[in-house]
């Protein structure tokens, strides 16, 4: 059967929309107040959960702030309040482990509903006492330990992308399949200039035409994670100014094909620029947006995805969905180079 990879491409990205979709996100720490503490004094502090289900933990919630692997503090009570409340005392010791003044504690939480979550960076705790030589050993008589585990399948949880991590699936393939179909499109425009056969303009142009609409896909996605993770649809970060970049430079291909009349020249220029435009994605993309300061993940120092942001349920979703973006693509640009080579036996004829 000739169409397999057709019929293949829509399954997995049936798969991936409702996996996706359906799969919840693991429990998670949503927020906690206050944020500042003080070293020397009890405090109470309310923890917010998300998918989270407290009130149905029959064994005692264990809760953490922790400094480093060294030095944790365990809630003196625990309070539930709700699925998705907590209030924790902390006896705060009065002085901190080394010579910081203030330091910043994640949080963990573990219980045998949830599993175990934690919220980095969740409290700062100020230490103003004078007296620097004086360490509480409560910071080292508490370790995190036997930590509970959830068995069910779920998405990794992060404070600041919430639900919005679905967007993996769709943002990350897009640019993926866009590579691709690109890289696609500059081997048949070099076939062009070699063999001068139209079928192959016809081919580099109707790839083109996916890639282009994969760019713009995947700059509005990134739009949209922008508005709920960095505060604002466009930040002229750089890593997306350098793709605005690349959607002009691939609009403007369209651009220079409608300026000739010629057909053979059309072709011949479109194709050299082709060639040109998909050599300026590789620095605009991926070596620019490393050199500056960039809130997009993989560049400007901060981490790429992985670890707890692309964990090994995640993989399950977003390698397929690249495959299935990748090849309703080809199956698109397989229907604009038989729409062309159409329009030229009408015109011709």
Do not use: C
């Amino acid at each position: 059967m000739k169409n397999w990879w057709k019929i293949l491409g829509v399954l997995l990205l049936i798969y991936s929309f409702t996996v996706g979709m359906l799969v919840p996100l693991k429990p998670g720490v949503y927020s906690v107040s206050p944020f500042n503490l003080e070293a020397g004094k009890s405090s109470k502090v309310d923890i917010y959960g998300y998918n989270t289900n407290y009130s149905k933990a029959e064994a005692p919630i264990r809760i953490w702030l922790n400094i480093d692997s060294s030095h944790a503090l365990a809630a003196e009570s625990i309070e539930v309040i709700s699925d998705n409340h907590i209030v924790a005392d902390f006896d705060v010791p009065a002085y901190l482990p080394g010579d910081d003044q203030a330091v910043s504690l994640s949080l963990w939480i573990s219980n045998e509903v949830d599993g175990t979550a934690t919220l980095p960076a969740a409290i700062s705790v100020t230490d103003n006492h004078p007296d620097r030589e004086i360490v509480n050993d409560v910071w080292t008589n508490n370790p995190i330990s036997d930590l509970s585990s959830s068995e069910k399948m779920t998405f990794p949880y992060r404070s600041i992308l919430g639900e919005t991590i679905r967007n993996t699936y769709y943002h990350v393939p897009y640019w993926f399949a866009m590579m691709l179909i690109l890289l696609s499109s500059m081997v048949f425009s070099w076939k062009y200039l070699q063999t001068l056969d139209i079928k192959y303009d016809h081919t580099a142009v109707a790839l083109t035409q996916v890639g282009t609409l994969y760019i713009i896909l995947g700059l509005i996605t990134g739009s949209i994670w922008a508005k709920y993770t960095w505060g604002d649809w466009w930040n002229f970060d750089i890593k997306q100014n350098m793709s605005a970049i690349t959607l002009l430079i691939y609009l403007a291909f369209f651009v220079l094909r409608s300026s000739f009349d010629d057909e053979e020249k059309k072709a011949r220029i479109s194709n050299v620029y082709n060639i040109f435009a998909f050599s300026t994605l590789i620095p605009l993309l991926f070596v620019i947006p490393r050199l500056y300061d960039s809130l997009h993940p993989g560049n400007g120092g901060n981490p790429g995805f992985g670890g707890d942001d692309l964990d090994n349920t995640m993989r399950m979703i977003l390698y397929p969905a690249v495959v299935g973006w990748l090849l309703l693509g080809l199956w698109m640009a397989q229907l604009l180079k038989r729409m062309a080579a159409l329009r030229d036996k009408l015109y011709f004829d």
